[in-house]
């Protein structure tokens, strides 16, 4: 079976961006304090946080390096 069968690119991009604004959320305060760990604008932060926009692999790569394989079972949950 082919990996497009089994696997909606379009879907995940969606469930990736909710999921990763609710690990924001179980991990941090605030938009502001993402906006400091990770380098970004706050704005970027917020929309992140908001769930409006989700980050580029360099971040997502950086919060698995943080978090480990805490980051790794949360983001997988529901997938």
């Given at each position: 079976m082919s990996l497009t069968k089994v696997f909606d690119p379009r879907s995940?991009?969606?469930f990736f961006k909710d999921r990763f604004a609710e690990f924001l959320h179980?991990?941090?305060d605030n938009a502001e304090e993402v906006a400091v760990i990770y380098g970004v604008r706050y704005q970027t932060a917020l929309n992140w946080?908001?769930?409006i926009n989700a980050p580029s692999g360099d971040?997502?790569?950086l919060?698995?390096?943080r978090h480990g394989q805490?980051?790794?079972d949360?983001?997988?949950k529901g997938a």
């Open positions: 995940f991009k969606a179980d991990n941090y946080w908001q769930g971040t997502t790569t919060a698995c390096l805490k980051f790794i949360f983001m997988g």
